[in-house]
């Protein structure tokens, strides 16, 4: 006899369980509801981006490991000169291009089939007859999104992180203001995911078409990498030195690993040009030039190291900002016009 017809002790029928719960009950995560439903659905992506999440840490924490076995022969944490003679940074280079990449594939694979495959396969044509509101299936699909994203690229970002800090103020081992090592370190890689994924699925949800969404998340991607790079060093505040004098002795010393935004000469009347404006042949010509454009000095432009904690936090916070504003307008959009 089936269950829905089966009497219980008192001769009633067995009440009904909801299908939700008792789905949740088995082994794994004990999910109930419409987030069951939702990681149920996407678990095949979820479980793929946080396995790779899991091996890219274990090689990573390999990769630390190996490091310090290396760094302890020059006395670290005091470093003595010449550790950087020998010292492979090819291993912490591609782990930073690798990361690098993680915006651009979790946000085509993962961001753009969210809601395109649902509105292209009719999925979201049977959760609109259901009792659930749209804007209930929207969040949790986000939220639990989100969730995976920002659990995976934080756990590499911090372990990718701890290993760079030993020789993070060397340019040698990595420049601090190149992509590989400020995009992949702190909470850039969460806020930069998080806005590529949540922008392919505003991006599904408006084509309709899982494909075409790829493809225009991808492009997508690729833009949002190039304005973050040429925006990054932007957010920091530039220090000013200046010199008495030319010579080579006058030069100003930078602190350890400083990014030297520009260098120029200063004249007497406070004017600034070119570094290459004296570019002569010779000695002679080249001081002959600086005498004639009067200049007394140099003026460097630069970033400390210093800078890049705050640098990250001041980006990700408007990415992470952007990130919510293209959320919100999933959620209106998709109340009234998602079927």
């Not at 004098?245 to 007497?268: E, H, I, R």
């Not at 004296?278 to 190291?305: F, R, S």
């Amino acid at each position: 006899m089936s269950t829905m017809t089966s009497t219980g002790s008192t001769g009633g029928p067995a009440p009904a369980e909801s299908a939700y719960p008792q789905a949740g009950r088995g082994r794994g995560l004990r999910l109930s509801g419409m987030n069951w439903l939702v990681w149920r659905q996407h678990r095949a992506a979820y479980w793929t981006l946080l396995a790779t999440a899991a091996i890219t840490v274990a090689l990573m924490l390999y990769g630390r490991q190996q490091m310090v076995t290396y760094l302890d022969g020059y006395g670290w944490p005091d470093l003595k000169s010449g550790w950087e003679e020998k010292f492979n940074r090819t291993p912490l280079s591609m782990a930073g291009q690798l990361l690098g990449y993680a915006p651009i594939l979790i946000g085509v694979f993962l961001g753009a089939p969210l809601l395109a495959g649902d509105l292209e396969g009719g999925t979201a044509k049977l959760v609109n007859a259901q009792s659930t509101s749209r804007v209930r299936w929207l969040a949790t699909k986000l939220g639990v999104t989100a969730l995976v994203v920002a659990v995976s690229t934080a756990a590499a970002s911090a372990v990718f992180t701890w290993w760079w800090s030993p020789v993070k103020s060397s340019q040698y081992a990595l420049d601090w203001s190149d992509g590989n090592a400020f995009d992949s370190s702190g909470p850039v890689p969460v806020a930069l995911t998080l806005f590529t994924v949540v922008g392919g699925i505003a991006i599904g949800m408006l084509l309709r078409r899982t494909l075409l969404s790829i493809v225009v998340t991808f492009g997508f991607a690729v833009v949002v990498q190039m304005v973050w790079s040429h925006f990054r060093m932007s957010l920091g505040d530039v220090i000013t030195v200046t010199t008495n004098g030319v010579g080579g002795d006058n030069f100003p010393k930078l602190p350890d690993g400083a990014y030297a935004v520009d260098q120029s000469y200063l004249t007497a009347s406070g004017d600034l040009i070119g570094y290459g404006s004296c570019n002569e042949p010779t000695d002679k010509a080249a001081n002959a030039c600086l005498e004639k454009a009067q200049v007394v000095g140099w003026n460097v432009e630069y970033i400390p190291i210093s800078q890049m904690s705050s640098m990250q936090w001041l980006g990700a916070s408007i990415l992470l900002a952007l990130t919510a504003g293209i959320a919100a307008f999933v959620i209106l959009w998709g109340r009234k016009r998602l079927v």
